[in-house]
């Protein structure tokens, strides 16, 4: 890491002067009195220390017309999809940042966001981006799962999308599935947990992972349900899962014994919140995503060309 530059408040005022206001090199240097030359280097320099960072748009990673049509075919209130050119970490990275920017884009001052758990989700909370918007709250839609140090557990992934926007983080302190529903029962009436459900109301915006039943899922990886359980699921008509809430074909919530021994948000109430943001890909995971868009329980998907053309072989 290279030592912080020594005239670091110039570097800084040339860069806004720069980025920020659209001056020239040029007419930098006649407003400060110093040499284009000057200018130059300093810009350089506030690369180099990462005040200046240029980053490729990632709607150029985007497939528009795709986008259009998967909104189209679900009545989805919009589609974010990146092309298939990359491999699965990258794809991952770049399906990220593309859902990311659309978060940024469409964030409004004062905000609650929810988030959820999950690989993909915490893929878009890495490429957050300081929003132009400020006063945002972001707060956990389900309790803890996996091991608290991974950047995939959902305290993990809020932190990390708060401290990326500068907003506070807001933490459901408990595990996503206990060992009985009298337990969970007196959990819901505590206050960690009353604070935080209290929240839900008044959600503008929700990022959610959509899990599949599929026996590799990473709730089945963290220990949230076993492949038995998934089992036992599937035979009820369960296709999917979102918040550890489990579905059907057509995006009905499923009941089963497991949702009485979850803390998260129920799907009734999640249903409410006006933008819901599914993010996920991949060919285990068409039926639960279709499923899910059918069923309106997310009216924005962020996903990947192949998954998006999936989709759409049958949009009914």
């Known amino acids: 890491m290279p030592r912080p530059p020594r005239n670091e408040a110039t570097v800084i005022k040339i860069a806004q002067m720069r980025y920020d206001q659209g001056l020239s ?66 794809t991952s990275r770049v399906l990220g940042s593309a859902c990311a920017r659309f978060l940024s884009q469409n964030m409004h001052r004062g905000d609650i966001i929810g988030v959820s758990n999950g690989e993909t989700v915490a893929s878009v909370a890495a490429e957050m981006r300081r929003a132009k918007s400020r006063d945002h709250q972001v707060v956990t839609l389900i309790g803890g799962v996996g091991k608290a140090e991974e950047p995939t557990h959902t305290a993990q ?54 899990g599949s039943l599929h026996a590799a899922s990473s709730s089945v990886r963290d220990g949230l349900f076993t492949q038995q359980q998934f089992a036992d699921i599937e035979k009820q008509g369960g296709v999917g899962t979102i918040c550890a809430r489990f579905y059907d074909g057509e995006g009905r919530v499923l009941k089963s014994g497991l949702e009485e021994r979850t803390l998260s948000i129920f799907l009734d109430q999640f249903a409410q919140i006006p933008m819901r943001v599914g993010v996920a890909y991949g060919e285990s995971k068409v039926v639960a995503i279709h499923a899910a868009v059918r069923g309106k329980l997310v009216n924005v998907l962020a996903t990947d060309e192949t998954t998006a053309r999936a989709l759409l072989q049958n949009p009914k």
Do not use: W
Not at 59 to 67: F, V
């Open 157 to 210: 992934i809020c932190r990390a999308f708060a401290d990326a926007i500068d907003a506070k983080a807001r933490i459901l302190p408990l595990p996503a599935v206990v060992e009985s529903s009298d337990i969970a029962l007196t959990l819901r009436s505590t206050d960690a947990f009353q604070d935080i459900n209290g929240l839900y109301s008044s959600m503008s915006m929700a990022l959610v992972g959509i």
């Open 25 to 90: 090199q040029s007419e930098i240097a006649e407003k400060l009195g110093v040499s284009v030359a000057t200018v130059s280097r300093h810009l350089q320099i506030a690369m180099d220390h990462g005040i200046v960072e240029i980053r490729v748009a990632e709607n150029l990673h985007r497939d528009t017309s795709l986008e259009k049509e998967l909104s189209q075919a679900f009545q989805l209130r919009d589609a974010v999809v990146v092309i298939n050119q990359y491999g699965a970490s990258e």
